[in-house]
């Protein structure tokens, strides 16, 4: 039993990636999907901001879930390319490029909103300017780092692979040369 489905298998996939002369067949776009997901998800664990008393933090320590959101688009993603569905990866490109861009948008307005409660809290206070102050500077100190752009670049090599058109890579098959007695 445990054969034939292991052979059905096979058959699988020697009729989906190899042609009728056993050469191997795969396109331009499965090899950028793949490279795009492997670097998205390993962007996840680069240095995402710098922000003043937290240092430099990474992407999986920003917020609720959005690290497991795009490495589960990157592992959609390597699925999607590997079962020849180029179009559908404009899903999980387009659900990791928003789910960045929105917690880019809640590490900036953590700080506005720790501003605006300073401003309500601290109304009669005579510190609540020094106070302002103090929360403006650490707002204009807090950068992003280098990993956004690998985050970037590996959203936009699968938004490429999406886009692109069908062209196929052949790789022969290696045959064994007669080796010469000499």
Do not use: H
Not at 67 to 83: K, N, Q, R
Not at 141 to 147: E, H, I, K, Y
């Amino acid at each position: 039993m445990l054969r034939k489905k292991i052979k059905y298998v096979t058959t699988l996939i020697n009729n989906y990636y190899f042609d009728e002369n056993n050469n191997l067949v795969i396109q331009y776009q499965m090899i950028i999907a793949i490279i795009g997901s492997i670097v998205l998800m390993v962007g996840v664990f680069l240095p995402f901001i710098k922000a003043p008393f937290l240092g430099v933090v990474d992407y999986t320590r920003i917020g609720k879930y959005y690290d497991e959101i795009v490495i589960a688009c990157g592992l959609v993603a390597i699925i999607l390319a590997l079962l020849k569905l180029y179009r559908w990866l404009l899903i999980p490109a387009f659900g990791s490029l928003c789910v960045i861009v929105f917690s880019i948008y809640k590490v900036f307005s953590k700080v506005s909103m720790l501003r605006e409660m300073v401003e309500d809290k601290l109304y009669n206070n005579p510190y609540k300017d020094l106070i302002a102050t103090f929360i403006d500077s650490m707002q204009e100190a807090t950068s992003l780092q280098w990993g956004v752009i690998i985050l970037g670049t590996g959203v936009l090599l699968l938004l490429l692979a999406g886009m692109l058109q069908t062209k196929n890579i052949v790789i022969p098959k290696k045959v064994n040369s007669p080796q010469s007695n000499m």
